[in-house]
T-cell receptor, first 115, second 113 residues
Framework: DTAVSQTPKYLVTQMGNDKSIKCEQNLGHDTMYWYKQDSKKFLKIMFSYNNKELIINETVPNRFSPKSPDKAHLNLHINSLELGDSAVYFC??????????????FGPGTRLLVL | AQSVTQLDSQVPVFEEAPVELRCNYSSSVSVYLFWYVQYPNQGLQLLLKYLSGSTLVKGINGFEAEFNKSQTSFHLRKPSVHISDTAEYFCAVRVSGNTPLVFGKGTRLSVIA
């Protein structure tokens, strides 16, 4: 059973398009995250949601909009895709998100290529 | 704000040799420290973490790390590496539940047969 799953695994699209990435966790965790990993492998938090409420929103362009229909799902919608959006996007979850010592559990990643 | 520096972007090492991956952090308050591993084309998984207490932390796959407060370091070690240890290793720090987990830029460990 996959704990944190993401779809699609690969996404190739043209500049200007709108796309969504879906994430689901079956761990019963309250907090979910989106991270972006650039071509140099640098990993940076984008958003975190606790029980459908936005907790962390790092300086991300407003073309990126997270949506959490319930605490097991956190989707990422990207409008007007740009070349610089090409990256690997990781979803993660943690039990409460409130305790700094908690382990975060990562999905397998979605590799986005914008042409 | 906290930050993490991984001093080596790439570390090649022969199979069965020991390895140390270096990590230094910067924070004005107490920290929680983590090492995550990313195998090729996969997500990250936790190797080990330092919360408090003993400064030597043992993790999975024979890895261990030592917390050194005076040197603000959390170096990762393994006495004998295997080919399967080839991966990207990330050091990370967090100070509170209201702040994000901050990652270093990663160290690529390449184990050579």
């Amino acid at each position: 059973d996959t704990a944190v799953s993401q779809t699609p695994k690969y996404l190739v699209t043209q500049m200007g398009n709108d796309k969504s990435i879906k994430c689901e966790q079956n761990l019963g965790h309250d907090t979910m995250y989106w991270y972006k990993q650039d071509s140099k492998k640098f990993l940076k938090i984008m958003f975190s949601y606790n029980n459908k409420e936005l907790i962390i929103n790092e300086t991300v362009p407003n073309r990126f909009s997270p949506k959490s229909p319930d605490k097991a799902h956190l989707n990422l919608h990207i409008n007007s895709l740009e070349l610089g959006d090409s990256a690997v996007y990781f979803c993660a979850s943690s039990p409460s998100g409130r305790a700094p010592q908690e382990t975060q559990y990562f999905g397998p990643g979605t590799r986005l290529l914008v042409l | 704000a906290q930050s993490v520096t991984q001093l080596d972007s790439q570390v090649p090492v022969f199979e069965e040799a020991p390895v140390e991956l270096r990590c230094n952090y910067s924070s004005s308050v107490s920290v929680y420290l983590f090492w995550y591993v990313q195998y090729p084309n996969q997500g990250l998984q936790l190797l080990l973490k330092y919360l408090s207490g003993s400064t030597l932390v043992k993790g999975i796959n024979g890895f261990e790390a030592e917390f050194n407060k005076s040197q603000t370091s959390f170096h990762l070690r393994k006495p004998s590496v295997h080919i399967s240890d080839t991966a990207e290793y990330f050091c990370a720090v967090r100070v509170s539940g209201n702040t994000p987990l901050v990652f270093g830029k990663g160290t690529r460990l390449s184990v050579i047969a």
